[in-house]
């Protein structure tokens, strides 16, 4: 039986990616695509995500929710992934329309409908604040939640101290972490050093020939270059299928373990900066008082390290 899944995304070139992997994965049985305010605003992530639906030949509902972050302003990546998310290849319009509904009331529904519920979030995670603050009940029939998001105990990608979709919407982040929901972490910098795709082998997935593999390289192009003059890493870095690897086949983060993770909220320096209690020293009596809402809804499963060939042969392999 393929495991029910439930994917949250802002879709850009690297969230196409990693809808690619989990509709042609053999397991998974994506139930419904939601759509958040992040690296492009709602209406065109709704747009990019219906595309890539269309491009994998199937009919994966795509609901529309949250337009903006609980409280902050909106702030897109446009620099990062183009204009349209897309890296600006001017693909025609999707055929159909979003899903009618909410996309917060669709989570609710989708975890209440389907018992042991895999969710992959690969955005700021507004959508799901929201649905667990409306119906926190949701949270004893998800059996995962893969989190791209964060950077345990490294540098951050959008601020020295954070990662995009944590930062973008810090309190929704802390409702999340906070909710009891069984987190996996999986941090941007997994998708770094040798798991990024350097030039040859994005040439290699390219001339796969199929149409999956041609736009998955093309439309991260512009990711590609913006990555290279931020970095000054050789590949494109591809957090979100990182993320959706780990989701479709646990066996791909090699080293994890458990841990109090808090969002900082408060300071604008450190905003969005995922701590991780590496050292477990939160239960001590210097910390507690301020770990207290951590501590007492349990630990996120946080991936250190991955399988770097097993990540790219199932990248391959959603492609071909
Ligand atoms: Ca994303």
């Known amino acids: 039986m393929p495991r029910p899944f439930l994917i ?3 879709t850009a070139s690297d969230d196409a990616v990693a809808i690619i992997m989990a509709l042609r994965h053999p397991d998974a049985d994506v139930k419904a695509i939601t759509t958040v305010c992040g690296n492009v605003p709602l ?4 747009r990019n995500a219906l595309y890539t639906v269309e491009l994998c030949g199937a009919e994966t509902p795509v609901y529309m929710g949250a337009a903006r972050p609980l409280t902050r302003e909106p702030a897109h990546a446009e620099w990062f992934h183009g204009r349209d998310g897309l890296g600006d290849m001017n693909y025609p319009p999707p055929t159909r329309q979003p899903a009618q509904g909410h996309a917060v009331e669709a989570i ?4 209440r409908a389907n018992p042991g519920l895999t969710i992959v979030t690969l955005a700021p995670l507004t959508n799901i604040a929201l649905a667990l603050a409306n119906a926190p009940d949701i949270v004893n029939n998800v059996s995962r939640c893969v989190v791209m998001g964060g950077a345990a105990c490294t540098v951050g990608n959008v601020t020295p101290a954070a990662e995009y979709n944590i930062w973008c919407d810090p309190e929704a982040a802390r409702m ?3 909710s009891g929901l069984p987190i996996e972490m999986v941090g941007w910098e997994l998708c770094r050093g040798e798991a990024m795709l350097y030039p040859d082998e994005m040439a290699a997935i390219r001339a796969l020939g199929t149409p999956l593999a041609e736009f998955a390289i093309d439309c991260n192009q512009a990711a590609f270059k913006a990555s290279v003059k931020q970095s000054g890493e050789g590949g494109l870095g591809l957090p979100d299928p990182v993320a959706m690897a780990v989701a479709l086949d646990p066996a791909i983060c090699t080293r994890k373990s458990r841990h109090a993770v808090e969002i900082e909220t408060q300071s604008e320096l450190t905003r969005g900066m995922t701590v991780v209690d590496q050292l477990n020293v939160t239960g001590d009596e210097r910390n507690r008082a301020l770990w207290e ?3 007492r809804r349990g630990n996120v499963q946080v991936c250190w390290e991955i399988d770097v060939p097993a990540w790219k042969a199932l990248l391959r392999r959603s492609l071909t």
């Open 43 to 46: 209406e065109q992530g709704a």
């Open 108 to 111: 609710i529904e989708t975890a």
């Open 8 to 10: 949250d995304t802002d």
């Open 176 to 178: 999340v972490f906070h």
């Open 293 to 295: 809402r951590a501590l």
